[in-house]
């Protein structure tokens, strides 16, 4: 087999593959490139495009949301494998600005909301949710937008848009009230700087998470990993032989913080024991029947906010070898 390029980002659980302490079966001769979303990163960023859109790599991690628009609009060529490399509660990617008078999720509506894109994976999971959890009609909230979306799509005219362009200083712009709130899954870290004038809206990230998990039992998905369907016809292996790949990756990385001075953060070993006795011990699951419940009402979440038509079956996403 030639080459084959692996597209995924520099998360702890991927550390192993870069490193090489997870064999690689005999017969692949795999090179994983770090093509992340925001730079820095060894081979660049934008990957959800050059992935979706451009075909650049034979495997890749990407947005949920927008893989899913694009199958419904004829993408063919491209098969998901239920590996789920991100997952993020959206409550602790929802922030306010302090002249906003947003104390609570119904005082959104009305407001003037900036997000990466509307079809992005975590302006779609909070939309959901604050419908879901809290009554708050994505409807009566203006979107600013910074970046285009991935896959072009004409949405109804309910939906309030507006194209802000990526060279708008959000931060900026939540300083001075000019708009009320920002929902992003790479938060700049200036927006965690005391006294900086924004705050998270949910600032009991950890009750907030628990309650969600109680009530759901999901973390949920942000991300997967797609192959060219042409690689899986002519490696009818080569699918779960990744997926294996990337459980062991997991794996080895949970090993790391058994050593308490891995990381720069003192109390991360006491953090990770807290988790697992709050959230649980497997929040991290690969595998269609694991994650039905969380991929079936993301699915949900799209038909409602006019992404796509209609549901689709979980298992649509996925190639038939990998599905158990």
């Not at 995924?8 to 064999?23: K, S, W």
């Not at 925001?38 to 947005?63: Q, T, W, Y």
């Not at 192959?227 to 990756?249: T, Y």
Request: net charge negative; glycine share 6%; proline share 7%.
């Amino acid at each position: 087999m030639r080459e084959l390029t692996v597209a995924i980002d520099l998360y702890d659980r991927h550390l192993p593959l870069f490193m090489g302490l997870v064999p690689t079966p005999d017969e692949l001769n795999i090179k994983f490139l770090e093509v992340g979303m925001a730079p820095p990163r060894r081979n660049g960023i934008n990957r959800h495009r050059r992935m979706l859109v451009e075909k650049e790599f034979d495997v890749a991690e990407v947005s949920l949301a927008s893989y899913i628009v694009a199958k419904d609009r004829g993408m063919t060529d491209l098969i998901g494998l239920p590996v789920f490399p991100r997952r993020l509660f959206s409550h602790n990617h929802l922030f306010v600005s302090e002249r906003s008078g947003i104390k609570k999720p119904s005082d959104l509506v009305g407001k003037k909301i900036a997000i990466w894109a509307f079809q992005v994976t975590m302006s779609v999971l909070a939309k959901g949710d604050l419908l879901r959890d809290f009554d708050v009609p994505w409807q009566k909230i203006l979107w600013k937008t910074q970046h285009p979306e991935e896959i072009p799509i004409e949405y109804g005219d309910d939906v309030n848009i507006e194209f802000l362009g990526n060279n708008a200083s959000i931060l900026d712009l939540l300083q001075s009230g000019e708009i009320d709130g920002y929902i992003n899954p790479h938060p700049p870290e200036r927006i965690m700087t005391p006294g900086c004038g924004i705050h998270r809206l949910f600032e009991e990230t950890q009750v907030t998470s628990k309650t969600y998990m109680e009530k759901y039992g999901y973390l949920p998905i942000m991300h997967l990993l797609v192959v060219k369907k042409s690689i899986l016809e002519s490696n009818p292996s080569l699918g779960k032989q990744l997926i294996s790949m990337f459980e062991q990756a997991k794996e080895k990385s949970r090993g790391f913080y058994v050593d308490p001075g891995f990381t720069q953060i003192p109390h991360v070993r006491i953090a990770l024991e807290h988790q697992i006795s709050e959230l649980g011990s497997n929040l991290w699951p690969s595998g269609v029947s694991q994650n039905y419940k969380n991929l079936e009402d993301f699915i949900g979440y799209c038909v409602e906010q006019r992404l796509i038509p209609e549901p689709i079956e979980p298992e649509s996403l996925f190639h038939p070898s990998t599905i158990q």
